[in-house]
């Protein structure tokens, strides 16, 4: 599985929209066959920084993916946007998606 960590920072005056902007740029990317996820959340500690987890299923789904006419589009506006270049993490996992934590688990009674 390639698993991928991006690290957005958006202008102060577009911070509030960002998640509605990249809406269809979301819903295609998981509508793609080899996505197994992919989930914005927003620092607690970073004003205007959103962070993206994404996974693919192979080398081949992720590369199809930088390849759709969605991620061209998301490139093309995506500039204009944000406050400085996008940090990064992308490696090759094993594991087929999520897994359960062995050190805890929810309190019983």
Known sequence: MIFIAVKFTIR???AEEWLSLV??????????????FFEWSRSVEVPGQFVLLEAFASPAAGEA??????????MAWMPELIT??????????????WSRMAELSPAQG
Do not use: M, Y
């Open 23 to 36: 809406d269809d740029f979301t819903q295609a990317t998981r509508s793609e066959p080899g996505n197994v």
């Open 65 to 74: 993916h930088v390849n759709s006419e969605h991620f061209r589009t998301a």
């Open 12 to 14: 102060p005056e577009r």
């Open 84 to 97: 400085k270049t996008p940090e990064i993490i992308n490696v090759e996992v094993p594991g087929e998606g």
